[in-house]
């Protein structure tokens, strides 16, 4: 115990009036299991409690401007912490190799997420709020269970391969549609799956680039979905009538030796939107 802080039983406790934590303070910390830190503290420096492999839980209080730049990367055991309304900016890899963080709850006020600031973390859904201006290269990168994401605000920049390499991403609102920094096929493909899970919500200019994507990529767009089994981009293609209908039957063949039941059943739906008799078909 000291007199800026006190470590009992793995639960650190930062003492009042302490006004900042410093850079690399408490990190690669063994004992560490969960972190208090009381009203007051105003900022964190880098790496603050980085590599505390043990660390769990983290109370933050109203008041914390930043997540400073890689404040609580690779502790890997971290699972719960909350982000106070105060905090303006998630900065470099600051939740880098959190791989058992699964859900995150982001502020509204929140103006930045940096680069690499969730990269290989554990999240499974996310939505960022429309009070985030920008948000870093490969910020969400490669999170292997990430299956859901929302930005929400449509002036949001995003950076290149913020979402990249997240093969479970199946469903999202992108509110500014194709990201200007994104030019490559994989984030192409990307973004129009994710417009596939609810093209009613996107803008006319993001629909035009969509299906101009899907006409002229289809095959890709379907090797994707049959891989991954991706109902929600199925269900968008399905509703619009967006595949040529020369190519349906194979499609319905795939998914039924794959034994997708939803994936097939929606593909019979665009056969009957394309105008072509169910009965026609023929394994």
């Given amino acids: 115990m000291t007199k800026d802080f006190q470590l009992i039983d793995g639960v650190l406790t930062i003492a009042p009036g302490t006004a900042y934590i410093k850079s690399q303070q408490f990190s690669e910390n063994p004992e560490i299991r969960k972190i208090i830190i009381p009203e007051g503290v105003g900022f964190m420096e880098d790496e603050a409690f980085a590599e505390c ?162 006409h002229s990529q289809e095959a890709l767009i379907m090797e994707r979905i049959l891989k991954m089994n991706n109902i929600p981009a199925m269900t968008g293609l399905a509703q619009r009538g967006l595949l040529a209908a020369a190519n349906i039957d194979k499609y319905l063949k795939a998914a039924l030796s794959a034994g997708q039941t939803e994936i097939s059943a929606l593909l019979l739906k665009a056969k009957a939107v394309s105008g072509i008799d169910e009965e026609e078909f023929e394994l």
């Fill in 53 to 214: 492999e043990a660390l769990e839980e983290v109370i933050l209080p109203e008041g914390l401007v930043n997540i400073s730049v890689a404040a609580f990367a690779s502790c890997v055991s971290l699972r719960e912490i909350n982000i106070p309304s105060t905090v303006k900016s998630i900065e470099d890899g600051a939740f880098l190799f959190c791989e058992s963080l699964q859900s995150i709850e982001l502020p509204e006020g929140l103006e930045e997420i940096s680069s690499l600031a969730f990269q290989s973390s554990g999240l499974e859904s996310i939505s960022v709020p429309a009070t985030v201006k920008s948000i870093g290269e490969e910020a969400f990168f490669e999170c292997p269970s990430l299956m859901h994401a929302d930005v929400l605000g449509h002036e949001t920049r995003i950076g290149l391969n913020a979402f990249g390499s997240n093969y479970a991403l199946l469903s999202g609102f992108i509110a500014p549609g194709y990201p200007q920094l994104e030019q490559s096929g994989s984030s192409e493909l990307l973004y129009t799956l994710l417009w596939c899970s609810c093209p009613e919500k996107h803008s006319e200019a993001t629909t035009k680039r969509a299906e101009s994507f899907i």
